[in-house]
């Protein structure tokens, strides 16, 4: 089944407790929306799960309007399903050590994911102290097989984005590393069919169980957009926490002029995440938030009703020298959030942001 927004939050009362409406990778159920039509059978809205032969649930939370529904699905009908892997390590035996948590725009799988892993592993991006178990919030992440749908009249897609020679597939490097994956793809990486079965979005990856999957799409702006959100694998206090990745619009139009009106679309789209997360318990939002216009945007002022207080970033994290990226916390007190900017950008146009949390008690450490 699909949720609307507004049925959503009334369900919401705590982080686990409300009733959840799922689509599920083998037995799929169908209902009707907010306006009393039919939820429409499309892949994008199934779930994969290579290594679970049973269903996978995931709560979706799709627009309730109809006529923005129907752009939405027009783009939803050009990507594949929903990724779901899980790591071999069970909820409960997190072992003691540093826990890295990273937001990164990937661009279009042009990031080089091994790469980061090995030097968070070797404790290079943690001054030395190597990582034991990780979670990387990602944007821009490629998926390329066969299980993205031929290009179609009735399936809409963006520009493209070809930024290596030898891309990154999101859903090949969690496999093949035995990470857990959810992915959720938002939209065909091109328009035709001379551009290949590929599709891009949001990803969370990590060494750790992801559970309470949901599936956020956002107010359609320009291109369909959707964030992943999960609960990390407790730890060995019972502890837990909230995590989502989230990527904005940068744009309002078809071209690049189209800025001044974004920052309030983004703000539209922030205000979505915001009030669909759980209303307390610990938090962590990364993404890339697009903020072009600077620390003043409605999108940072959203999260930021969400979240513990924190400083702007002080490096950009574009290359272009703006500050486009961020992770917010929501932790308990006495505990503080915090991040770096990583040195190098690892063959993408984002730096990618290190924080860090202390297994089983959340805390979180520079």
Same mark, same amino acid.
């Given at each position: 089944?699909?949720?609307?927004?507004?049925?959503?939050?009334?369900?919401?009362?705590?982080?686990?407790?409300?009733?959840?409406?799922?689509?599920?990778?083998?037995?799929?159920?169908?209902?009707?929306?907010?306006?009393?039509?039919?939820?429409?059978?499309?892949?994008?809205?199934?779930?994969?799960?290579?290594?679970?032969?049973?269903?996978?649930?995931?709560?979706?939370?799709?627009?309730?309007?109809?006529?923005?529904?129907?752009?939405?699905?027009?783009?939803?009908?050009?990507?594949?399903?929903?990724?779901?892997?899980?790591?071999?390590?069970?909820?409960?035996?997190?072992?003691?050590?540093?826990?890295?948590?990273?937001?990164?725009?990937?661009?279009?799988?042009?990031?080089?994911?091994?790469?980061?892993?090995?030097?968070?592993?070797?404790?290079?991006?943690?001054?030395?102290?190597?990582?034991?178990?990780?979670?990387?919030?990602?944007?821009?992440?490629?998926?390329?097989?066969?299980?993205?749908?031929?290009?179609?009249?009735?399936?809409?897609?963006?520009?493209?984005?070809?930024?290596?020679?030898?891309?990154?597939?999101?859903?090949?490097?969690?496999?093949?590393?035995?990470?857990?994956?959810?992915?959720?793809?938002?939209?065909?990486?091109?328009?035709?069919?001379?551009?290949?079965?590929?599709?891009?979005?949001?990803?969370?990856?990590?060494?750790?169980?992801?559970?309470?999957?949901?599936?956020?799409?956002?107010? #359609?702006?320009?291109?369909?957009?959707?964030?992943?959100?999960?609960?990390?694998?407790?730890?060995?206090?019972?502890?837990?926490?909230?995590?989502?990745?989230?990527?904005?619009?940068?744009?309002?139009?078809?071209?690049?002029?189209?800025?001044?009106?974004?920052?309030?679309?983004?703000?539209?789209?922030?205000?979505?995440?915001?009030?669909?997360?759980?209303?307390?318990?610990?938090?962590?939002?990364?993404?890339?938030?697009?903020?072009?216009?600077?620390?003043?945007?409605?999108?940072?002022?959203?999260?930021?009703?969400?979240?513990?207080?924190?400083?702007?970033?002080?490096?950009?994290?574009?290359?272009?020298?703006?500050?486009?990226?961020?992770? #917010?916390?929501?932790?308990?007190?006495?505990?503080?959030?915090?991040?770096?900017?990583?040195?190098?950008?690892?063959?993408?146009?984002? #730096?990618?942001?290190?924080?860090?949390?202390?297994?089983?008690?959340?805390?979180?450490?520079?």
């Amino acid at each position: 089944m699909i949720l609307g927004m507004a049925a959503f939050a009334r369900r919401v009362g705590c982080l686990l407790c409300f009733a959840p409406v799922v689509i599920a990778a083998a037995c799929i159920s169908r209902a009707p929306l907010p306006d009393g039509t039919e939820s429409p059978a499309l892949t994008c809205r199934d779930v994969q799960s290579a290594d679970d032969p049973g269903p996978v649930a995931v709560t979706w939370i799709v627009r309730p309007d109809p006529d923005e529904r129907r752009s939405l699905d027009a783009w939803c009908r050009g990507v594949g399903p929903a990724v779901s892997l899980t790591a071999d390590v069970k909820q409960g035996s997190v072992p003691p050590g540093a826990t890295a948590l990273v937001s990164w725009n990937v661009n279009a799988g042009a990031g080089d994911l091994a790469a980061l892993v090995r030097d968070l592993r070797a404790g290079r991006l943690s001054d030395g102290q190597p990582v034991g178990h990780f979670v990387l919030l990602l944007q821009e992440a490629l998926r390329i097989d066969s299980t993205v749908p031929a290009a179609g009249a009735d399936r809409e897609g963006a520009r493209r984005l070809v930024r290596s020679a030898q891309p990154v597939d999101v859903v090949a490097f969690a496999r093949a590393a035995g990470l857990s994956l959810f992915y959720l793809p938002s939209m065909r990486n091109g328009f035709g069919a001379e551009d290949g079965r590929e599709d891009r979005g949001n990803a969370i990856v990590s060494t750790l169980p992801l559970t309470e999957l949901r599936a956020l799409e956002l107010p #359609f702006v320009r291109q369909r957009r959707v964030v992943p959100v999960a609960l990390l694998g407790r730890g060995d206090r019972g502890a837990a926490i909230t995590v989502a990745s989230v990527h904005l619009d940068p744009f309002v139009g078809g071209d690049r002029l189209w800025l001044l009106g974004a920052a309030a679309s983004r703000g539209r789209q922030a205000r979505v995440v915001a009030d669909a997360l759980p209303p307390f318990g610990p938090l962590a939002i990364g993404g890339d938030f697009n903020t072009w216009r600077g620390a003043g945007e409605p999108a940072v002022a959203e999260m930021r009703r969400i979240s513990d207080p924190a400083p702007w970033p002080a490096e950009p994290t574009f290359a272009n020298g703006r500050v486009l990226d961020h992770l #917010f916390f929501r932790l308990p007190a006495p505990l503080r959030g915090t991040y770096r900017r990583a040195p190098q950008t690892y063959g993408s146009d984002h #730096f990618p942001l290190v924080g860090w949390i202390a297994s089983g008690t959340l805390t979180v450490d520079r």
